[in-house]
């Protein structure tokens, strides 16, 4: 005999399981840089009118998955949404930032920084970013 009740609760449960990531935010600070983009980390090219961005290398280095070739790095092409003073901007991770100190720090391109602050500031501190799902 087939249960009604115990599928509904067995497809209630799946739901909230696939849910649980996106109930579980992590929200990053760093500081907020930019810099020139060109041949990057993942192995693409882009430039300063793309919304991209480098991650700090302890992040890329560190990231669930990384191996020695950075290209095949499973950050490379997350999208995060990065927030400074009251303006958000989402980039797609595509490089390494080798000179950034902190591991949560981003260096956006020109265009992406110059949504959240004029470029004349240079260093942006207290970056807050999550990554998109």
Not at 13 to 20: F, H, K, P, R, T
Not at 56 to 79: E, M, R, V
Not at 100 to 123: I, K, Y
Request: hydrophobic share 45%; proline share 5%.
């Amino acid at each position: 005999m087939f249960n009604r009740s115990l599928l509904f609760i067995a497809l209630s449960l799946i739901a909230l399981i696939q849910a649980i990531p996106l109930l579980r935010r992590t929200v990053y600070t760093g500081d907020g840089t930019y810099y020139t983009p060109g041949l990057g980390a993942c192995g693409l090219v882009n430039d300063a009118t793309e919304m991209v961005a480098a991650i700090g290398y302890q992040a890329f280095d560190s990231f669930p998955g990384a191996t020695a070739n950075p290209n095949l790095n499973p950050i490379c092409g997350k999208k995060v949404t990065a927030s400074y003073g009251g303006h958000s901007v989402t980039v797609e991770i595509v490089d390494r930032c080798a000179g950034c100190a902190g591991e949560f720090d981003l260096d956006f391109s020109l265009s992406a920084f110059s949504v959240l602050a004029n470029p004349a500031v240079g260093r942006l501190e207290g970056v807050t970013w999550e990554y998109v799902a």
